[in-house]
Structure formats: C-alpha cells, structure tokens
C-alpha cells in the first residue's frame, strides 16, 4: 500500500462504485442506440457517487476529460458504470468511469464508453474544501493515479494559459 506523494492529510483507498440501469427508449436516436447525452449523465452520476464515498464532502462536476463513445449500447440492454477516484489533488479529484453495456438475456457484457470527471469540493460559502489523500493499494491504482496526475497538470496548465476559457467563453448577452 503506497500513500500519494506530498500528501500530509489523512490517507484513504477510493472504493470503486459500481451503477446499473436500463436503456430505455426514450434514451435513444433513430438506430435505437443510447444518446450520448444520458450516457455521460449516467457517468457524471457514478463518477458524483465514487467521489462523495471517497470523500464525504460535498462536490460539483467541474469538467470532463477524453470521453470516448468506443461502442454503441443498445436499447434493452444494461449499462453499468464502474467508476473509481484515481487522484486526489488539493480540492480536486479526478475520477475515472467505464461504461459497459450488457445483453440481459446472453449475459454478455463488453466495454463501450470510457471517460474521466474532475470533481471539486466545495463548502457553503464556495470555498474550496480539502480532500482526503489516496492510497494506492495495488499496480492498477499507481498506473491509474498517474493517468490521473497528467490529466491535473494538464487542466492547471490549461487554466494557467486561460486559452480555452477565453477562446471558447462568449461574452454575457446584453441586458435587455
Ligand atoms: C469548479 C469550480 C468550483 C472551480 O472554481 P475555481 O475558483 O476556478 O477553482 P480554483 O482555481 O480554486 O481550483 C480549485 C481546484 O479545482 C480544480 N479545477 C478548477 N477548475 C477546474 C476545471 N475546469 N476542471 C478540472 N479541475 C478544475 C483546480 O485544479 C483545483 O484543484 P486542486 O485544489 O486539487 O489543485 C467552479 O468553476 C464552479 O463552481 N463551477 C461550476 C460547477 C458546477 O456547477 N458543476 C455542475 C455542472 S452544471
């Protein structure tokens, strides 16, 4: 069991959550296949639940990473989300979710989705609240963690740059 680096705050394993539903039709596009949309609302959702176990603090979604739709899931099938805390920053945790969709009648399952979700605790008064340190208890959790590592540089040398943000952030619309 290896403790993150230049942590100095109380150590915990991240416990990986697991989520299951139903695809509905509602849920789907013209080929009957999942929208991405609820896909990924299904993951912010598992990714929310692996956090709060972490942590037990209250926390926002601030931004997802690298989701890649690998597989269509199929209406009538089972989606499950296994999702799991891989780093821990100050305020911040980086959680990684892999989406699998089933046959319910063949029990076959194969891994369609996959994506990262930072989430930030804050307190009442939006001030930002210290998470726990990970243990890493085993070789999948090192490689995980620096996967998560390069995903929290990535985003603080993003946000140093300001580039995306301002790029991308139209102004406010006029007051009317
Ligand atoms: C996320 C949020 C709290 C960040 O606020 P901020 O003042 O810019 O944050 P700070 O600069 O103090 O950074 C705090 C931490 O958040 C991380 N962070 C900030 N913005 C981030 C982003 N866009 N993506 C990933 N991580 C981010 C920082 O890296 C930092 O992590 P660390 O403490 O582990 O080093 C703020 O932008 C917010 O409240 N957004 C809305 C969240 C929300 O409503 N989500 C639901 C989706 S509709």
């Known amino acids: 069991?290896?403790?993150?680096?230049?942590?100095?705050?109380?150590?915990?394993?991240?416990?990986?959550i697991t989520m299951a539903d139903l695809v509905l039709p509602n849920q789907t596009n013209y080929y009957r296949t999942m929208f991405g949309g609820d896909a990924m609302a299904f993951m912010d959702k598992a990714a929310a639940i692996a956090a709060l176990r972490f942590c037990r603090l209250p926390i926002v979604t601030a931004s997802s990473e690298h989701i890649d739709f690998r597989r269509p899931i199929h209406e009538g099938e089972i989606?499950?989300?296994?999702?799991?805390?891989?780093?821990?920053?100050?305020?911040?945790?980086?959680?990684?979710?892999?989406?699998?969709?089933?046959?319910?009648?063949?029990?076959?399952?194969?891994?369609?989705?996959?994506?990262?979700?930072?989430?930030?605790?804050?307190?009442?008064?939006?001030?930002?609240?210290?998470?726990?340190?990970?243990?890493?208890e085993d070789e999948q959790a090192r490689c995980e963690w620096a996967m998560g590592e390069r995903i929290h540089d990535a985003i603080k040398e993003r946000r140093s740059r300001g580039s995306t943000d301002r790029l991308l952030m139209p102004e406010a619309p006029p007051e009317s």
């Open 79 to 136: 989606i499950e989300a296994l999702a799991r805390v891989i780093y821990a920053g100050h305020s911040s945790l980086v959680v990684r979710v892999h989406v699998y969709g089933e046959k319910p009648l063949a029990a076959e399952r194969r891994l369609c989705t996959t994506g990262y979700f930072n989430m930030v605790a804050i307190g009442a008064n939006g001030e930002r609240l210290p998470v726990p340190c990970l243990l890493l």
């Open 1 to 16: 069991m290896i403790q993150q680096p230049d942590c100095d705050r109380p150590a915990l394993v991240a416990p990986e």
